[in-house]
């Protein structure tokens, strides 16, 4: 009665794994602070990618570990930087199976670790980053890339991006803005994930987690900008801007159960505090109540063989 009755579902084809490819490495890594969870080998990477369609699930959002950093994120549009040596490898060995998706933002590739390129004074150069921006959407769409995920919260990005794409004949890659994205503690883990630079945070550029109509805002921008998904983030603390962004998203709206939220549920399951499948279900099931069309999670796999 309680499976004819329930309002929401969870499918395996509305769930995205975020995956780290790291340069230079001889075996997979494992993320202390996210259990289950590897720094691949760009063979790795492949291997678990063909899992991960296997699985059912919908796509895969994949992210950069470079060896080298410099002060402009050199590696993040080198067509021989690893996120797009990645993306070419697993573009090719996966083909429709899955959405390919990357992650289109500079801190994984900067020395100081933030998301743009810096001013003189040290702080972040809104316009010289979309500049860099423009790069590596040409560089992750030519290496195979079909959804670019715009997560570096500069104003403006979405529709610099969509505009060098469509000069460059690019009219089929996608853009999946990060319309709404909060100033998170959250992201704590992620920093271990692709070994972070950042000192400091990321407050002049990412939303105050007090602003909730302000979260609806940047969603319009980002849409009117031609974004064709997109995504609230963090999810579980920010079901009220989701449910908002939701109601009035013409297009599809994307939650990311980040980081943080995860190791929460581990650390809880692995002190035998909560049932962990049951939590992870739970946490799931209500991004899709607030609005999430579809969830990047780092349980997606394992959610999707819990669904078979
Ligand atoms: C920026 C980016 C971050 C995450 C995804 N994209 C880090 C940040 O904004 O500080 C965090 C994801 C997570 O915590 O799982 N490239």
């Known amino acids: 009665m309680r499976r004819l009755v329930a309002e929401t579902h969870v499918h395996a084809r509305q769930l995205i794994l975020p995956m780290f490819v790291r340069e230079g490495l001889a075996e997979p890594r494992p993320i202390a602070s996210m259990p289950g969870v590897q720094q691949h080998t760009v063979d790795s990477l492949r291997r678990a990618a063909v899992e991960a369609a296997e699985a059912g699930i919908g796509g895969v959002m994949l992210f950069g570990v470079p060896q080298v950093r410099d002060a402009v994120g050199s590696a993040a549009d080198d067509p021989e930087g690893i996120l797009n040596v990645a993306t070419r490898a697993v573009a090719e060995e996966v083909g429709d199976a899955l959405v390919v998706q990357t992650d289109l933002c500079l801190d994984e590739f900067t020395d100081h670790g933030h998301c743009g390129v810096l001013d003189q004074r040290g702080a972040v150069d809104n316009d010289a980053t979309l500049e860099r921006y423009r790069a590596m959407a040409i560089a992750q769409a030519e290496a195979g890339s079909a959804l670019l995920g715009l997560s570096g919260m500069m104003d403006g990005q979405v529709a610099a991006v969509r505009e060098t794409l469509d000069a460059a ?16 503690a959250f992201y704590g883990p992620f920093r ?69 939220e995860a190791a929460m549920i581990e650390a809880a399951a692995a002190n035998g505090w909560i049932d962990r499948q049951r939590a992870i279900e739970e946490s799931v099931i209500s991004i899709r109540r607030a609005g999430a069309d579809a969830v990047l999670s780092y349980f997606a796999v394992e959610i999707a063989g819990w669904l078979r």
């Open 169 to 184: 004949g690019h009219t089929d890659t996608a853009i999946l803005a990060y319309a709404a994205k909060y100033a998170s």
């Open 192 to 260: 271990e994930a692709v070994d972070s630079q950042l000192t400091g945070d990321r407050r002049s550029y990412q939303q105050d987690p007090a602003n909730r109509r302000e979260g609806r805002y940047e969603a319009r921008l980002d849409l009117a900008e031609g974004a064709d998904v997109l995504m609230v983030k963090p999810a579980m603390s920010y079901l009220d801007v989701l449910a908002d962004v939701a109601a009035e998203s013409p297009v599809p709206v994307w939650a990311y159960q980040v980081s943080g």
